[in-house]
């Protein structure tokens, strides 16, 4: 049923994810009128979409998760150190029900337009079945990672077998029994779906161009212990995570001896030393490597150290010599990808049944019929599986027609460059608010965290506005350029500036390259954010 009719709201919200239930739960809880859109048939936002096989958080459930709650954290309990996508969803839709959220969720409703009606300073905004919102404010948490890419191989349409996008994958689960199986893309899609579809699959083809880095997870239930010591010290981890970056994404279990070395400079260890901190990180698992030290991103001969560690892992687990180099990061840097933590991902190439084909120096060439064409020979398959990534941090919103002042789309100002200001407004779009967008720390932190602390500050800046009696408000474009600035700035001296990744934009034809989310940590974020609010908000025109 479509309303031609407007609703008028004095908020919409944009994504059922974490961020858009959150920001829902909070307009609501400040008396306003707002109603969350999501294009899924439920919650979840990427975690509803991206239910490929062996999808996985990469990031601890126990600080993958709300903390503003005590009813939702004394309610509920994870059951594993890695949460599946299904448990994810089933929180989040305990989340919804114990918040009663979902009355105020209309599923079904992809957006595609919105329109910025200066004169009456509302945010007009269509769904694509035909309904209508008028809404004073507009926040967006459309997802940093939610917008899928198929790879850049021309004759999709003329394959005649099944063809699967990780990010768009069917309610119903595919079965590969029996059949031969391609893949394009081992980022962190890839790397979690490969295992478990070589397990059931005739044969796995694994199309490789930029092998990345690759940490065990090293999973494991959570016991009755793990769960009471996380009662007891929650408040403690999530207060050190707030305020120090410690205890990141795979570290909540590790003792202080290992989280100090993260403080330190390489160059603060013997390479002896060095190697044993890089191998209990390794047995550890998850997401860890990273932070083994304070400038792994800044010290290249300290990176080259760590990339010919993880390499030399490479060689010993892979058998076959020639599918280890196929698999093995060369002339990239570690840390320019984000990191891919998954279980038996290596140990999967040991099997007969799969096969790995380099397709760096020879790229694909084309989609046949009967499946892909590589340096002039065809590969058939039955089942294609595109593990091809994201158009990061901007695609959900560019994807959208979204009409600032004087017409201006957002498509066309970030067409050069994702400008924002705090990553939570941008020049031209009032009353535009962002949750994990460009010039926000995102999906380069805890994002669930980070998503927290955002709704939190628009909510309290919306707060102001109703209580000054203002209606509008709008970036500065100074303090954009600035922040913008302050952006770039970060990554200098680091090896992020020579990346070729998602973080820079350059996995999507055409797009401007430049780092997308910021980098100088949750601390300096949160620092620069409380102190514009302290100072009435400033750099953002109120009318
Ligand atoms: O996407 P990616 P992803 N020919 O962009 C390849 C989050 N995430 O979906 O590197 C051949 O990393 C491409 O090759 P190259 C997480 O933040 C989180 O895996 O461009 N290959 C690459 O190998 C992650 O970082 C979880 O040379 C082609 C792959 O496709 C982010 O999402 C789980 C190609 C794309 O890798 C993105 O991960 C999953 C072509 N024409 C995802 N085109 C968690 O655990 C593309 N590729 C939370």
């Known amino acids: 049923m479509t309303n031609s009719e407007p609703i008028v709201l004095d908020a919409l919200v944009l994504g059922g994810g974490f961020g858009g239930i959150h920001m829902l739960h909070q307009l609501r809880e400040m008396g306003l009128t707002v109603v969350a859109l999501e294009a899924g048939t439920g919650v979840g936002g990427a975690w509803y979409w991206n239910r490929y096989p062996g999808a996985r958080c990469d990031i601890e459930s126990l600080v993958y998760c709300y903390s503003f709650s005590p009813i939702i954290d004394d309610e509920w309990s994870w059951t594993e150190r890695y949460a599946t996508q299904p448990e994810i969803v089933r929180y989040i839709n305990f989340v919804c029900d114990r918040l009663d959220l979902r009355k105020d969720i209309c599923f079904n409703s992809r957006l595609v337009k919105a329109t910025f009606d200066e004169e009456a300073g509302f945010w007009t905004l269509h769904t694509e079945n035909g309904d209508v919102y008028r809404a004073r404010h507009f926040v967006s948490s459309a997802g940093p990672i939610s917008e899928p890419i198929w790879p850049d191989i021309p004759g999709r349409e003329k394959f005649k077998g099944e063809i699967y996008h990780t990010a768009k994958w069917p309610q119903q689960e595919p079965d590969f029994r029996g059949k031969r199986v391609g893949v394009i893309g081992t980022g962190s899609s890839g790397t979690q779906l490969i295992p478990l579809v070589a397990e059931q699959a005739k044969h796995l083809t694994v199309f490789v161009r930029t092998p990345n880095f690759y940490a065990n997870a090293n999973n494991r239930p959570l016991t009755d212990s793990d769960q009471a010591w996380w009662m007891q010290n929650r408040t403690r981890i999530r207060e050190r995570l707030r305020t120090s970056e410690i205890v990141g994404s795979g570290d909540v279990f590790m003792n202080e001896e290992m989280l100090a070395t993260r403080l330190r400079k390489g160059d603060e260890y013997s390479e002896n030393e060095r190697r044993e901190i890089l191998e209990k990180r390794w047995q550890f698992g998850g997401a860890t490597m990273p932070r083994a030290f304070v400038d792994i991103l800044t010290n290249h001969e300290l990176n080259d150290e760590i990339s010919g560690f993880l390499r030399a892992k490479i060689a010993h687990i892979i058998k076959d010599p020639a599918t280890a180099e196929i698999m093995t990061p ?214």
Request: glycine share 12%.
């Open 330 to 543: 060369r002339n990239i840097y570690f840390g320019t990808k984000r990191i891919c933590v998954g279980t038996n991902f290596y140990e999967t190439f040991n099997r007969p049944n799969v096969t790995a084909v380099g397709v760096k120096k020879t790229p694909i060439e084309r989609f046949s019929e009967k499946g892909l064409v590589v340096d002039g020979k065809e590969h058939e398959f039955d089942v294609i599986i595109c593990a091809s990534g994201f158009d990061a941090l901007t695609g959900a919103l560019t994807v959208i027609d979204i009409h600032g002042v004087d017409g201006k789309t957002i498509k066309d100002v970030w067409s050069k460059g994702s400008d924002t200001y705090l990553g939570i407004g941008v020049a031209g779009f009032p009353n535009l608010h962002l949750i994990g967008g460009p010039g926000s720390p995102s999906v380069l932190v805890n994002v669930v965290m980070a998503n927290e602390y955002q709704v939190g500050w628009i909510s309290r800046r919306i707060k102001y506005m109703r209580d000054h009696g203002l209606t509008r408000v709008d970036v500065d474009p100074d303090y954009q350029a600035k922040w913008s600035q302050t952006v770039k700035d970060v990554i200098q001296g680091t090896v992020l500036v020579s990346a070729d990744s998602w973080y820079v934009g350059t996995n999507v034809p055409g797009k401007a390259k430049g780092i997308l989310a910021y980098a100088g940590g949750m601390v300096n974020y949160k620092q620069a954010c409380d102190a514009a609010a302290e100072r009435k908000y400033e750099g953002f025109v109120f009318s």
